[in-house]
């Protein structure tokens, strides 16, 4: 697969091209930064998310006409690959078919679940997928919260990030005071770096709108916050952005 010249030829749809295409654009900085920001047990090339972006742009356009079933299976072959910059192709791929994602069902997500072990696939993966199929219902409130039971980080991180894709206009987001809160009271008091960061993300993204119920929660816990979280979310309540 040519980075420049993307074809509509039969061999833009194998992994192994793709594969080679992104290796070609892999640098030992951007590997080292990647695997020092966000480590993962998945092999990481050291592209820049800009040019796996345009490979995937470039797919999608050799994609034309493509069935669903194809794509579907595309990207769950780019995810068994087990290369980070493979799993974020397979999301991004399906981000730009706008119709997929809506019509997922539980088992077809699973099979393009990929590796959930650090924050860049967690919350690409989260406000792509996951919380987009909370949305629509697919995913139940349950299911969402037994992840907040979970001793995984990652999963509790999930779960906060979900809401992100509830609140998010470009998502299909038309505000979930609800469910966000709800998810947020749970998270409190975790201390895992991470889970702040989500927490903090998740009122944010809440406040566009729901600002009184966003006040709220923040007074009611402001002996249980973390500084980070008052701190990031005030600032956007008073100021309309983060810092």
């Known amino acids: 697969m040519s980075h420049k010249h993307a074809t509509e030829e039969r061999h833009v749809y194998k992994v192994t091209d793709i594969v080679l295409t992104l290796r070609s654009l892999a640098s030992d900085e951007r590997k080292t930064k990647?695997?020092?920001?966000?480590?993962?047990?998945?092999?990481?090339?050291?592209?820049?998310?800009?040019?796996?972006?345009?490979?995937?742009?470039?797919?999608h356009v050799a994609m034309k006409g493509s069935s669903r079933e194809e794509?579907?299976?595309?990207?769950?072959?780019?995810?068994?690959?087990?290369?980070l910059e493979c799993q974020l192709a397979a999301w991004w791929l399906l981000e730009r078919e706008k119709k997929i994602i809506p019509t997922l069902s539980?088992?077809?997500?699973?099979?393009i679940k990929g590796v959930l072990d650090n924050w860049v696939s967690v919350d690409t993966f989260g406000t792509f997928i996951f919380g987009v199929l909370w949305r629509r219902g697919?995913?139940?409130?349950?299911?969402?919260?037994?992840?907040?039971?979970?001793p995984d980080?990652?999963?509790?991180?999930?779960?906060?990030?979900g809401t992100v894709a509830l609140n998010t206009r470009s998502r299909g987001g038309t505000g979930d005071t609800e469910r966000t809160i709800a998810i947020c009271e749970q998270v409190v008091e975790d201390r895992e770096d991470m889970i702040e960061k989500a927490l903090s993300w998740s009122l944010?993204?809440?406040?566009?709108?729901?600002?009184?119920?966003?006040?709220?929660?923040?007074?009611?816990?402001?002996?249980?916050?973390s500084s980070r979280v008052k701190r990031d979310v005030n600032h956007k309540l008073e100021h309309g952005t983060k810092n």
């Open 106 to 111: 539980l088992w077809e997500m699973g099979k």
């Open 138 to 150: 697919i995913l139940s409130d349950s299911q969402v919260n037994k992840l907040l039971d979970s």
């Open 153 to 161: 980080v990652w999963q509790r991180r999930l779960a906060l990030v």
């Open 204 to 225: 944010r993204s809440l406040i566009f709108w729901d600002k009184t119920a966003v006040e709220s929660f923040m007074t009611r816990h402001e002996s249980k916050l």
């Open 34 to 59: 990647a695997n020092t920001y966000h480590p993962t047990k998945m092999e990481v090339l050291g592209v820049c998310n800009p040019e796996v972006k345009l490979v995937v742009k470039e797919l």
């Open 71 to 83: 794509y579907l299976r595309l990207c769950e072959e780019l995810i068994k690959s087990n290369i």
